[in-house]
């Protein structure tokens, strides 16, 4: 993505404030690893961002129905977070020579997917989601049938 270097943000915990805020994500990658062609395509993810390690860490679940995890697994993969936007007239602005712009704010994130295969940790990254996400439903999950519980999560 190009940035003017006026626009480049660095500050990690702008930048990890910004991707909680609009975790709303879209990750993107080949659809078939063996896919010649590397045609790209996108999935929207509810992700959970968490400032650990050295670059952070972003968690999220895919749907298994969904083929898109496994040609992403193991992969560099890019998660654009848009957050909002706005046009920008050159009515408001006093310099008369001034053109119209769009003020946005967008992250890149580059990572590798890895996947998640412990049972105890998916549930963990669940839970995860639905406290960042609606906290009041986590003891309406907890009391879901073991097996309905387990085959949500068994999804990715």
Same mark, same amino acid.
């Given at each position: ?41 996108? $999935? ?8 650990? +390690?050295?670059?952070?860490? %972003? !968690?999220?679940?895919? *749907? @298994? ?35 119209? $712009? ?8 580059? +990572?590798?997917?890895?996947? %998640? !295969?412990?049972?105890? *940790? @998916? ?34």
């Amino acid at each position: 993505m190009y940035t003017p270097k006026f626009n480049q943000v660095s500050d990690r915990a702008i930048l990890i404030e910004a991707m909680r805020a609009y975790s709303f994500a879209i990750l993107f990658g080949p659809i078939d690893s063996t896919e010649s062609t590397h045609q790209h395509h996108a $999935t929207h993810l509810p992700l959970v961002v968490k400032d650990e +390690g050295q670059h952070g860490i %972003i !968690e999220g679940h895919f *749907a @298994k129905a969904n083929p898109h995890w496994q040609s992403l697994a193991n992969h560099k993969t890019l998660v654009v977070f848009p957050g909002p936007h706005s046009y920008v007239s050159p009515s408001l602005y006093a310099e008369q020579l001034s053109v119209p $712009t769009w003020n946005y704010i967008a992250i890149h994130a580059y +990572g590798m997917l890895q996947l %998640i !295969e412990d049972e105890a *940790a @998916k549930s963990a990254l669940l839970e995860g989601l639905i406290e960042a996400n609606e906290p009041a439903y986590s003891d309406q999950w907890r009391r879901l049938p073991d097996g309905f519980r387990r085959t949500m999560e068994s999804e990715r």
